[in-house]
């Protein structure tokens, strides 16, 4: 999914996935990328990067206040229960191997047709400890693909990365812009977006 | 001993909506582990019916759960 991303996206995703675990998410959303993007503005174009709120806590507490309730570890989680996750872990490496633990984070969660149950909440490993994207991610993705394609690059700059994110109309980076007094139509406008 | 104290303090406050999200979590840790297991059997040839024995649950159950997931491939 990443694999059409630049050096300098690559860095931005790999901050991203590092704020979302940090923050103690399970998933990677376009939240996590926004944050990411504002600390290495130096990556995107002057025109948007001025474009951006300035102070990247005051888009942590936007996104403090926009979740519902705290989230929570999954291995706080289990504390609760008596269950210490890291020594599962262990236990399952020293039995199975690291690659069983590697399978587990790269297996397809299987969904057989039962409407009577709910739709598993979970698309990641607890024992790999996997993050799994969001779908605005993979939107924001396909547009930042087009945006590349439009501009004649091999891959996807950060410039992109940025303008498929304000393109998905709700992905809560653009909540969150709003909220930090940013304009994401500006930004759009400001690299080049089409339909603004 | 921290950890200790801080399961007591989570199960002293007996707030559902910790206790609940937390047995979901080890649900899905315990769906995880007995894929490990599943396939682990599986790979050292054993047969579904021995696998449900063991799992105390009926064959045709491992055999829903398991052998779609495992793409079919036995």
Do not use: Y
């Not at chain 1, 790999?14 to 940090?22: Q, T, Y």
């Not at chain 1, 994110?165 to 709700?170: G, I, K, N």
């Amino acid at each position: 999914m990443f694999e059409r991303c630049d050096v300098n996206t690559a860095t931005v995703v790999d901050a991203a996935l590092e704020e979302a675990r940090r923050l103690g998410h399970a998933h990677l959303g376009t939240e996590h990328l926004l944050l990411a993007l504002l600390q290495r503005r130096d990556l995107l174009p002057e025109v948007a990067a001025q474009l951006l709120p300035p102070d990247p806590d005051v888009v942590r507490s936007a996104l403090a206040a926009a979740a519902d309730a705290p989230p929570q570890r999954d291995a706080d989680l289990l504390r609760v229960v008596g269950i210490e996750l890291d020594e599962v872990r262990s236990v399952v490496r020293a039995t199975f191997g690291p690659e069983a633990l590697e399978r587990l984070g790269r297996r397809r969660v299987h969904q057989p047709w039962q409407p009577w149950r709910r739709p598993s909440r979970r698309c990641s490993s607890l024992l790999a400890g996997t993050l799994s994207v969001a779908p605005r991610v993979k939107q924001a993705l396909e547009h930042a693909g087009r945006d590349a394609e439009r501009r004649h690059l091999d891959a996807i700059d950060p410039g992109a990365l940025l303008l498929g994110m304000v393109e998905v109309e709700d992905a809560m980076s653009n909540r969150l812009l709003r909220e930090s007094g940013a304009d994401p139509d500006q930004i759009r406008r400001a690299l080049g977006g089409v339909g603004s | 001993m921290q950890q200790l104290s801080s399961i007591n303090k989570a199960v002293d406050s007996r707030d559902p909506a910790v206790g609940l999200v937390a047995v979901a979590a080890l649900r899905d840790l315990v769906e995880e582990l007995e894929e490990l297991h599943v396939d682990n059997a599986r790979a050292l040839g054993w047969s579904w019916q021995a696998i449900a024995e063991k799992l105390g649950i009926t064959r045709q159950s491992v055999h829903k759960k398991h052998h779609v997931r495992r793409g079919r491939k036995g």
